[in-house]
């Protein structure tokens, strides 16, 4: 399975911005299979979880995020996505995508958000 990110970028603060995450090399069982998660990491700082989405389509979010940011998924494109909104400066990061089930953990390579005036 190979993760693709995108949507990244540099926004203003109250800014939005739309991650995409496409699981390519993947058959749709095995995407369906998967815990979704965005995680992100800013410089210095540990990796922390940002939002997740089960195969089921039950969604948990990081204190800091809930209420701005929404995960989602499209099965049929095997592609999941992180609406961002009302972006604040330490939503600084880079974000990557991660999906896992009991058999396999696969990471995206990352995409840099920069939430800067």
């Known amino acids: 399975v190979q993760l693709v990110e995108s949507g990244g970028g540099l926004v203003q603060p109250g800014g939005s911005l739309r991650l995409s995450c496409t699981a390519s090399?993947?058959?749709?069982?095995?995407?369906?299979?998967?815990?979704k998660n965005w995680y992100r990491q800013a410089p210095g700082k540990p990796r922390e979880l940002v939002a997740s989405?089960?195969?089921?389509?039950?969604?948990n979010y990081a204190d800091s995020v809930k209420g701005r940011f929404t995960i989602s998924k499209d099965n049929t494109k095997k592609t999941i996505y992180l609406q961002m909104n009302d972006l604040k400066p330490e939503d600084t990061a880079a974000y990557f995508c991660?999906?896992?089930?009991?058999?396999?953990?696969?990471w995206g390579r990352g995409t840099q958000v920069t939430v800067s005036s």
């Open positions: 090399r993947s058959i749709l069982s095995t995407f369906i299979s998967f815990n």
């Open positions: 989405i089960t195969n089921m389509g039950s969604t």
């Open positions: 991660n999906m896992a089930n009991q058999n396999t953990d696969n």
